[in-house]
């Protein structure tokens, strides 16, 4: 090499990667395992991969050369949810029966109307569909009808009318319920109404109790055996805490690799306390930002609604809070609290950012993605150009439970004539999710 040439820099990957094209050959571990079938020796192959708008995981899969067994299973590999998930689903159609499912060991799955239930942690979590989840039980349970047959009679008769109910529910003669509850919160099921709400789903998020957290291995340390050293008074002043930029490590959301976060407090005018956080990963070149309260939840949450005309109303400053969810009646579009999670920007910039997100998302464009889906998603896309190009009015609505979403007033006494706010008080639904039902500030 030539004197004062630079060696090129190796490019690090990431730890759990995409499958594209661009990367054919991604890296597997092998590992000789036990067979459960023969008892020989057979081969894992473990690959960290991602599922796009999902999380990390890890897929498994074994063969045996001895006696040919195969088998496939998923595991989570980022953190544990804060909440629990319980998912309701109405099974109507074919395409109902189609919905690819995300489950993992810790899903229990009830269908009520025939008393039967999937235990946690008796299955394996997998990709599959709801079909795929009555095809394998069905196979389970018709594995030992011949030798039942023999010995039990009356049971295996019970058994073989049971299964015939059981595939009814596949040519949906009737529709039918049927309940997900994963304690760790790692379940997920396709919406195929992309981008509007899922109206065939009901879903509830659950805080877990002290032996739920105990089966994930979540142990609180005891405060007895904690020793806090007291704050001095004038210690941390208030005010060195705005002015400062706080860091701490932590794993990139793209990539999982090490990194850092920047922090800082600061005060939206007329509004209240803010911390900013902004993560850049040096491995992948993600960066993130995000805005959390940095005050308490309000008394009672907040409705606020305005219309976006022209330009003047694109500069309006906007906080999107961690909990709120965010509607366009026009172009029926719907998005979640954590579909872009806190953001301080502009109308401008959160119109922006949902049409980046819908634009490079592979979840609406990959191979797989049925073309209604495309279709809709590509006049989504278009209706949101026409609206960032002045060319079609909106209305935006932001619900926050919370009451920690902001919009700015273009008048400098009060509200302006396209900018309406309504507070309601919150249902016990909306405060179960806030984890206010059972929060006890008195006599404890």
Request: aromatic share 6%; charged share 30%; net charge negative.
């Amino acid at each position: 090499m030539a004197e004062g040439q630079k060696q090129p820099e190796e490019t690090t990957k990431p730890i759990f990667r995409n499958l594209t094209a661009d990367d054919p050959e991604p890296e597997t571990t092998l590992i000789e395992s036990l067979c459960m079938n023969c008892g020989k020796n057979g081969t894992t192959r473990l690959l960290l991969t991602k599922i796009p708008h999902y999380k990390d995981v890890v897929v498994m899969s074994f063969d045996c050369e001895h006696c040919g067994y195969q088998n496939n299973e998923i595991q989570n590999s980022g953190k544990i949810a804060d909440k629990g998930i319980r998912i309701t689903l109405q099974v109507k159609t074919p395409r109902d029966l189609n919905r690819q499912v995300i489950k993992s060991d810790y899903t229990r799955v009830q269908i009520p109307s025939l008393d039967f239930e999937i235990p946690s942690r008796s299955q394996k979590g997998e990709i599959t569909t709801i079909e795929g989840i009555i095809e394998r039980a069905i196979n389970g349970l018709e594995q030992d009808q011949p030798e039942r047959r023999e010995k039990y009679p009356s049971s295996a008769a019970q058994i073989d009318q049971f299964l015939e109910k059981m595939r009814k529910l596949k040519s949906l003669d009737e529709p039918f319920t049927i309940i997900f509850e994963d304690i760790s919160g790692e379940f997920h099921i396709e919406n195929p109404s992309i981008p509007l709400k899922d109206e065939g789903c009901i879903v509830t998020r659950f805080k877990r109790t002290t032996e739920q957290d105990h089966i994930l291995g979540i142990y609180t340390e005891n405060s007895n055996d904690v020793l806090l050293k007291p704050i001095e008074e004038g210690e941390f002043p208030l005010e060195e805490i705005e002015s400062e930029v706080l860091s701490f490590q932590t794993n990139c959301p793209e990539c999982n690799c090490p990194c850092e976060t920047n922090m800082k407090m600061t005060n939206i005018p007329y509004f209240k306390e803010v911390v900013i956080m902004a993560t850049v990963c040096e491995s992948c070149g993600h960066k993130t930002n995000e805005v959390k309260s940095g005050g308490g939840i309000e008394p009672e949450g907040v409705k606020i609604e305005v219309t976006v005309v022209g330009k003047e109303d694109f500069s309006r400053d906007l906080l999107k809070s961690e909990t709120c969810h965010m509607q366009v009646p026009e172009l029926e579009l719907e998005v979640g609290p954590a579909t872009l999670g806190g953001r301080f920007t502009t109308i401008e910039g959160i119109l922006m950012a949902i049409k980046d997100q819908l634009s490079t998302s592979t979840a609406f464009t990959g191979d797989s993605t049925l073309p209604e889906t495309v279709n809709k998603m590509d006049t989504l896309i278009s209706n949101l150009n026409k609206v960032l190009e002045g060319n079609l009015k909106i209305t935006l609505i932001l619900d926050d439970p919370a009451g920690n979403s902001y919009i700015q007033s273009l008048s400098d006494d009060g509200l302006d004539s396209g900018l309406k706010i309504t507070k309601y008080k919150r249902t016990f639904e909306q405060n179960e999710e806030l984890g206010l039902n059972d929060m006890k500030v008195e006599n404890y």
